[in-house]
T-cell receptor, first 116, second 114 residues
Framework: EAQVTQNPRYLITVTGKKLTVTCSQN?????MSWYRQDPGLGLRQIYY???????DKGDVPEGYKVSRKEKRNFPLILESPSPNQTSLYFC???????????????FGEGSRLTVL | KQEVTQIPAALSVPEGENLVLNCSFT??????LQWFRQDPGKGLTSLLL?????REQTSGRLNASLDKSSGRSTLYIAASQPGDSATYLC?????????????FGTGTRLQVFP
């Protein structure tokens, strides 16, 4: 089954404790992206990746890191989480980036993060 | 600034009604527009994708139209059912000088009651 898998789905942590949210897709997609969703603000892009070893900042990259060492995986790293990073996080992928005529964007189920 | 707006923010209708959800955007230089459905606590599911060269797309009871010149898209849902209750989001792929942008609206929360 074609899917985007995120882990963990739910996480409560404390300020400053490093954490990683994993994202994996099994569709051989080139483009992957991370979003956060907050009430009243909608989905905002954190980072995206056009292909292996190619990543770039989205609209709200502060406090986050990413890496793309393999095509299927795109982990999101919070080096020192703060309460304002409490949010619902989504990973998404598509076959190609926008500029190359990307098609359908597939989303993971989301990871709800609470930072105390 | 490129923005995407969805009106209304919430909608409650009786089962069987035909309804229209609206999405407006500020810049006509777009790659495409995509409509999604989001159920509570779940991820987004793609409903329809309209490329900039297209005027509409249809899937079952759903029909999405695109008018780039006026910066508008509508999602038409025919014969609504309680199972259609969800939040509907539109996302617009904009041209940008150094990086392409996919910007989401804040959604329309739809409730269809029996």
């Amino acid at each position: 089954e074609a899917q985007v898998t995120q882990n963990p789905r739910y996480l409560i942590t404390v300020t400053g404790k490093k954490l990683t949210v994993t994202c994996s897709q099994n569709m051989n997609h080139e483009y992957m992206s991370w979003y956060r969703q907050d009430p009243g603000l909608g989905l905002r892009q954190i980072y995206y990746s056009m292909n292996v070893e190619v990543t770039d900042k989205g609209d709200v990259p502060e406090g986050y890191k990413v890496s793309r060492k393999e095509k299927r995986n795109f982990p999101l790293i919070l080096e020192s989480p703060s309460p304002n990073q409490t949010s619902l996080y989504f990973c998404a992928s598509s076959l190609l980036p926008l500029r190359q005529g990307y098609g359908e964007l597939f989303f993971g189920e989301g990871s709800r993060l609470t930072v105390l | 600034k490129q923005e995407v707006t969805q009106i209304p923010a919430a909608l409650s209708v009786p089962e069987g009604e035909n309804l229209v959800l609206n999405c407006s955007f500020t810049d006509s230089a777009i790659y495409n527009l995509q409509w999604f459905r989001q159920d509570p606590g779940k991820g987004l599911t793609s409903l329809l994708l309209i490329q900039s060269s297209q005027r509409e797309q249809t899937s079952g009871r759903l029909n999405a139209s695109l008018d780039k010149s006026s910066g508008r898209s509508t999602l038409y849902i025919a014969a609504s059912q309680p199972g259609d209750s969800a939040t509907y989001l539109c996302a617009v792929g904009f041209f940008s000088y150094n990086t392409d942008k996919l910007i989401f609206g804040t959604g329309t929360r739809l409730q269809v009651f029996p």
